[in-house]
């Protein structure tokens, strides 16, 4: 059975950047579509990004692009979220999504 392991996140300083990673082991990763979702304390969950089985297609949340961009390498069975020009309201526990499988997260922070 696939299992998504989330990990890069940290402390970091606004206009930072932070690479999170998501590694799927037990399937066969190539044929999904994943994406990335956050989660602040009090709030909803929300889509940040995502990317097509191929790679060829990505989109993004408004608030993130242009800082954010999603990559993903399925010889390594992982998924990136390259985060740049880091904003407090980024801070959040991000989340890898294939179909209704989690990752168990990975948290942001972002504060001087």
């Known amino acids: 059975q696939l299992q998504l392991v989330e990990s890069g996140g940290g402390l970091v300083q606004p206009g930072g950047s932070l690479r999170l990673s998501c590694a799927a082991s037990?399937?066969?990763?190539?044929?999904?579509?994943i994406a990335w979702y956050r989660q602040a304390p009090g709030k909803e969950r929300e889509g940040v990004s995502c990317i097509s089985s191929n790679g060829g297609t990505t989109r993004y949340a408004d608030s993130v692009k242009g800082r954010f961009t999603i990559s993903r390498d399925n010889a390594k069975n992982t998924v990136y979220l390259q985060m740049n020009s880091l904003k407090a309201e980024d801070t959040a526990t991000y989340y890898c999504?294939?179909?209704?499988?989690w990752g168990q997260g990975t948290q942001v922070t972002v504060s001087s």
């Open positions: 037990g399937a066969t990763f190539d044929y999904y579509s």
């Open positions: 999504n294939v179909l209704d499988l």
